[in-house]
Each structure stands twice: as C-alpha cells, then as structure tokens.
Nanobody, 120 residues
C-alpha cells in the first residue's frame, strides 16, 4: 500500500554536495521513525542517520557534521543533505520508514535506493 521513492543521487566530486529526498505515498495514517541507510560494494548495509516523528536525530560517526537529516511531516517526505562528500560515501542510499496504516498497526518499508558516487 505504501511506497517510498528516493531521489537526488548522482555523480559528484569529492567535497561536493547532494540532497537526497524520500517521498512516501499511499494510504498512510502516520509515519513514525525514518532513516537513511547505505550499502557500499562489498559492505553490509549500515545506518547513516535516523529521525523520529518528533524530529530527534541520530547520525553515524562517519557522517556527523557533514550530513543533515530532516523531514516534512505535512509532505510525508524525508531529506538527507550531504556536504563535504568523500569517496568513502559512495554507496546505494536507501530510505526506511515505519508507517502506521491505522491507529494500532504499523509496517516497516524500504525504498529501492538511489546511487551516490563520489569520484574525481
């Protein structure tokens, strides 16, 4: 019923910036916590940043002071502003969310991912 679609990925040079978006669509009662994950070649998927419905945030040490996660609850959209990008940030970035389809029940859903490549 609910789908997440990421956008904003692409090729950037080291030191550059990108802003990723994750838009939720479908029949949504509300959205709880959301997060950005990434998976680099040969690596396991890791949590990059998360944000609660109230706006409390958490970041992986590797991206602190460089990335900013935010959300617009009215638009059911989450963002990841990525600055000072490094080659090590190259990965497929995935959006994750827990959404409530009624007042009592929730499901966890993943987007299909967007590729970020940082290279000169």
């Amino acid at each position: 019923q609910v789908q997440l679609v990421e956008s904003g990925g692409g090729l950037v040079q080291p030191g550059g910036s990108l802003r990723l978006s994750c838009a939720a669509s479908g029949s949504i009662f509300s959205i709880g916590a959301m997060g950005w994950y990434r998976q680099a070649p040969g690596k396991e998927r890791e949590l990059v940043a998360s944000i609660t419905s109230g706006g409390s945030t958490n970041y992986a040490d590797s991206v602190k002071a460089r990335f900013t996660i935010s959300r617009d609850n009215a638009k059911n959209t989450m963002y990841l502003q990525m600055n000072s990008l490094k080659p090590e940030d190259t990965a497929v970035y995935y959006c994750n969310a827990r959404y409530y389809y009624n007042a009592m029940a929730s499901r966890n859903v993943w987007g299909k991912g967007t590729l970020v490549t940082v290279s000169s």
